[in-house]
């Protein structure tokens, strides 16, 4: 059940549609409580931006990434049971096929990274709370470092300074098998992006707290500097 749930079209639908329903439901409850003040629905259009975000990264990284291992996506991401046993595959059907791994695996990612930069927005105590359009222009800083990461890794699994990371890796560079440094490659090119996005969104977070630290001091300094407003006068008796 677990891997028809994780790893199926069926059950990719199944978690999307039940995550839909979970944030409807919330919306509804929000709306129900405090009708025109109601705010979280409103909230939903940063959760959209961090998926949109994550998923035109995922299509653009595997588009780059299929075209430095195609070994990667065929054997490691079993695209041969789509593809068939023609090697190497078509060209046209097999990065289409590889955009498609890149929506179905980053989406979630970009859900989650979404609620984190949410989660440091809530209310709390009297701190002024961001608006959307800024928590989504601290949304890029994900992609970024996401970028950033997977360089960084995608040169170090080049250079095989990954093998020990997986015992396959050892016996694909003793056998020469699958054009194994730029396989590995592209396998640090997705670790990097994913532990670079989870860094993005710690950094995105950690803005939105500083920022509402910074503003909350400031309306208290402009409260101790403002002038008083004057003193009316009673009218005379």
């Known amino acids: 059940m677990l891997h028809w749930l994780l790893y199926t079209d069926a059950g990719l ?26 705010r979280r629905w409103r909230e939903y259009t940063v959760l959209l931006a961090a998926v949109a975000l994550a998923l035109v990264y995922g299509a653009l990284n595997d588009q780059i990434t299929s075209r430095i291992s195609w070994e990667y996506f ?6 041969d049971k789509v593809l068939g046993p023609n090697i190497p595959p ?19 990612a970009g859900l ?26 601290l949304l890029l800083i994900m992609p970024v470092t996401a970028v950033l990461c997977g360089i960084l890794f995608g040169y170090l699994g080049y250079r095989g300074a ?8 050892q016996d ?14 592209t396998w640090g090119v997705h670790l990097g992006g994913y532990i670079g996005g989870a860094i993005g969104g710690i950094i995105a977070a950690g803005c939105v707290i500083r920022l509402r630290r910074a503003r909350l001091k400031n309306a208290r300094i402009e409260s101790l500097t403002r002038p008083p407003p004057p003193a009316t006068s009673s009218p005379a008796s």
């Open 13 to 38: 639908i199944t978690r999307i549609i039940a995550g839909a329903c979970i944030f409807a439901v919330l919306a509804a409850v929000d709306l129900y409580h405090n009708g025109r003040r109601a």
């Open 90 to 108: 078509d060209p046209d059907r097999f990065h289409w096929e590889a955009a498609k791994v890149g929506l179905k695996a980053t989406w979630s």
């Open 162 to 169: 990954l093998t020990k990371f997986d015992a396959d890796f």
């Open 172 to 185: 694909m560079v003793a056998a020469n098998l699958f054009r194994p440094y730029p396989f590995m490659a």
């Open 112 to 137: 989650i990274l979404g609620v984190v930069v949410l989660l440091a927005n809530n209310p709390h105590r009297n701190w002024p709370r961001l608006r959307n359009r800024e928590l989504i222009r």
């Open 74 to 79: 065929y054997y490691g991401k079993e695209l």
